[in-house]
């Protein structure tokens, strides 16, 4: 015969105030680990979700990234005409050849942070579908003029719309901000690849986005330019490209299953502390079960499902805590190319279910010991008593 659940409810609500103290202290547990599995999925969307099937980025053999890549010129008119890539209603080959260099600005906070500011052309916007001009316009030559992620824009000095900002040996004016759909392009300065290259003194190319024909035709690009000895050049899907660089986040998400595993230590202690407290002034409660039949496995499954009860209303209210910070904007380094990416926190259905598990968890691990000692009381003690 098994307990009604209505007799564990009545029994949360006799006891409000330790209930309510402990459902919060599990809500925060809760909400600081959905909130840290957040920032880990919004960084690593913005690598993931970056790219394009049939896009490949080429750098120099032995580099990690394209800042680190520098390669002749020349040997970009050898790829752009490649058999395989593909061509516009023109005939222009679907390929950019571009610089990527990194600046060192202020915040608007005043700390100093790298950037990455990329020379490219307008083939490379027209590779780049996802970047939208929101303010402003594009860039023109000729006239060291620049456009700015609004994420960027935000967060650093001098980068606003209009604004001249001293970048490397020129003044530059932002004339235009711009989105990239969440991807890494999101966290760039873009000007045209003949000014920067310039204005760096390199006459050469970090990298070469170029768009493939087909699926058949991207694996005989890649097979054909890493083969190339001559060249020294390596091809990388952009997907993959980009998918290689979630290194970065790797700390974060260390650093936030750590956290979580702390509180959730202490939210198991609390639970416990709780439903031990609840035992012991319930010792004629649990007599009067006993003695009305029910069975100690019984007793404990009650007992333990009071926990979970408890733990699963601090998940859910943690879960609430943690919706507000869907979307909000935030910036870390990346360890690949030590420069500024700016993401957005990524709440996701699933994250809230793991948040809800992991409340639940707490609740098993907090309430067992309790529930144990409540179903292994002896009748003829607990009358005595």
Request: hydrophobic share 50%; glycine share 10%; aromatic share 8%.
């Given at each position: 015969m098994r307990i009604p659940l209505k007799y564990?409810?009545?029994?949360?609500?006799?006891?409000?105030?330790?209930?309510?103290?402990?459902?919060?202290?599990?809500?925060?547990?809760?909400?600081?680990?959905?909130?840290?599995?957040?920032?880990?999925?919004?960084?690593?969307?913005?690598?993931?979700?970056?790219?394009h099937d049939l896009h490949l980025i080429v750098i120099r053999q032995g580099s990690l990234n394209e800042v680190n890549s520098f390669f002749n010129g020349d040997l970009f008119q050898i790829i752009r005409f490649l058999p395989g890539v593909a061509r516009d209603s023109q005939g222009e080959p679907l390929a950019s050849g571009e610089i990527a260099v990194i600046i060192n600005h202020p915040r608007i906070t005043g700390e100093n942070a790298n950037i990455v500011m990329r020379g490219t052309t307008h083939m490379g916007f027209r590779l780049r579908p996802e970047v939208r001009i929101v303010k402003g316009r594009r860039f023109r030559s000729g006239g060291r003029e620049i456009i700015v992620s609004m994420g960027l824009s935000e967060r650093f000095k001098d980068l606003q719309l209009e604004s001249v900002v001293h970048i490397g040996r020129s003044d530059w004016r932002v004339v235009g901000i711009f989105e990239a759909g969440g991807t890494a392009y999101d966290s760039e300065i873009w000007g045209t690849y003949e000014e920067i290259s310039q204005d760096w003194d390199r006459p050469l190319y970090s990298s070469i986005?170029?768009?493939?024909?087909?699926?058949?035709?991207?694996?005989?690009?890649?097979?054909?330019?890493?083969?190339?000895?001559?060249?020294?050049?390596?091809?990388?899907?952009?997907?993959?490209?980009?998918?290689?660089?979630?290194?970065?986040?790797?700390?974060?998400?260390?650093?936030?299953?750590?956290?979580?595993?702390?509180?959730?230590?202490?939210?198991?202690?609390a639970a416990m502390n709780t439903m031990y407290a609840a035992v012991g002034t319930r010792s004629r409660e649990i007599g009067t079960l006993r003695a009305?039949?029910?069975?100690?496995?019984?007793?404990?499954?009650?007992?333990?499902?009071?926990?979970?009860?408890?733990?699963?209303?601090?998940?859910?209210?943690?879960?609430?805590?943690?919706?507000?910070?869907?979307?909000?904007?935030?910036?870390?380094?990346?360890?690949?190319?030590?420069?500024?990416?700016?993401?957005?926190?990524?709440?996701?259905?699933?994250?809230?279910?793991?948040?809800?598990?992991?409340?639940?968890?707490?609740?098993?691990?907090?309430?067992?010991?309790?529930?144990?000692?409540?179903?292994?009381?002896?009748?003829?003690?607990?009358?005595?008593?």
């Open positions: 564990n409810i009545r029994s949360l609500f006799q006891r409000k105030l330790s209930t309510a103290m402990t459902a919060f202290g599990v809500a925060l547990t809760v909400a600081i680990f959905i909130s840290m599995m957040g920032l880990v999925r919004g960084l690593d969307a913005t690598f993931i979700e970056t790219g986005l170029l768009a493939a024909r087909d699926l058949a035709s991207t694996g005989a690009l890649i097979k054909r330019i890493n083969e190339d000895k001559r060249i020294h050049l390596e091809a990388l899907p952009q997907k993959k490209y980009f998918q290689d660089q979630t290194i970065s986040s790797v700390g974060i998400k260390s650093l936030g299953y750590f956290i979580a595993l702390l509180m959730g230590i202490g939210s198991c202690f009305l039949g029910f069975r100690r496995a019984s007793i404990l499954s009650s007992f333990l499902l009071e926990s979970l009860l408890l733990s699963l209303a601090g998940g859910v209210i943690g879960c609430l805590l943690a919706l507000p910070m869907h979307g909000i904007s935030t910036g870390t380094a990346n360890f690949m190319t030590f420069s500024e990416v700016v993401f957005n926190f990524a709440i996701t259905p699933i994250i809230l279910l793991e948040g809800v598990l992991f409340a639940v968890m707490v609740g098993l691990l907090g309430g067992f010991l309790p529930a144990r000692r409540a179903a292994r009381q002896e009748l003829m003690e607990v009358l005595r008593d």
